[in-house]
């Protein structure tokens, strides 16, 4: 069955530390999204991509660093810079022509210990 | 900047009874509009969609919305609600125009339903 995986599930971050989270789609879609989601605060948009080796900042960017080097995976980093980590973690794309609607991922939950 | 709306964090409904979660968006640009329904520890399901005709738009699980255009508002509602209708719900807007499909979400409705 098609859709988005993120790994993993649950993830512990050290002060200081950088992590990387996993962003894989087997829809053939083009652009694909990551979003922070924080309790009351809804879904805040940290990066995009439209086409391969091109991606942009969204709203909350800092602190944050992407690529694109294949159409079907868009890892995210969590650097140090990030001073508030921790956050539960969307995933999501979209053909790029036409507009379903996103398909979203199950999510990655990072904590800082 | 676009933005959105949704008034009520909590709803409690009990079960067989009608409920309706508000949503309203700021801008009156050309925009497509949805909502999503969060299960815990789950990623968000889209639920039902406006983006163009009828403004009145249904789910197969029996949740509808309008698109109100002069109250910029796309209101979602069902007749009878199920307890397995309790999850957290999020309107969403894009601009029509922009080329990026960014969406702007509102900060949820928890909807609970009681038996």
């Known amino acids: 069955d098609g859709g988005i995986t993120q790994s993993p599930k649950y993830l512990f971050r050290k002060e200081g530390q950088n992590v990387t989270l996993s962003c894989e789609q087997n829809?053939?879609?083009?652009?694909m999204y990551w979003y922070r989601q924080d309790p009351g605060q809804g879904l805040r948009l940290i990066y995009y991509?439209?086409?391969?080796?091109?991606?942009q900042k969204g709203d909350i960017a800092e602190g944050y660093s992407v690529s694109r080097e294949k159409k079907e995976s868009f890892p995210l980093t969590v650097t140090s810079a990030q001073k508030n980590p921790t956050a539960f973690y969307l995933c999501?794309?979209?053909?790029?022509?036409?507009?379903?609607?996103?398909?979203f991922g199950s999510g990655t939950r990072l904590t800082v210990v | 900047a676009q933005s959105v709306t949704q008034l009520d964090s909590q709803v409690p409904v009990f079960e067989e009874a009608p409920v309706e979660l508000r949503c309203n968006y700021s801008?009156?640009?050309?925009?497509?509009l949805f909502w999503y329904v969060q299960y815990p520890n789950q990623g968000l399901q889209l639920l039902l969609k406006?983006?163009?005709?009828?403004?009145l738009v249904k789910s197969i699980n029996g949740f509808e919305a309008e698109f109100n255009k002069s109250q910029t508002s796309f209101h979602l509602r069902k007749p009878s609600v199920h307890i397995s209708d309790t999850a957290e719900y999020f309107c969403?807007?894009?601009?029509?125009?922009?080329?990026?499909?960014?969406?702007?979400f509102g900060t949820g409705t928890r909807l609970k339903v009681l038996a």
């Open positions: 999501a794309s979209i053909p790029g022509h036409g507009f379903p609607g996103y398909t």
């Open positions: 969403a807007v894009s601009d029509r125009g922009s080329g990026t499909y960014k969406y702007i």
């Open positions: 829809l053939n879609h083009d652009a």
């Open positions: 991509s439209q086409i391969v080796n091109d991606f």
């Open positions: 406006y983006l163009s005709g009828s403004t």
């Open positions: 801008s009156s640009v050309s925009v497509y």
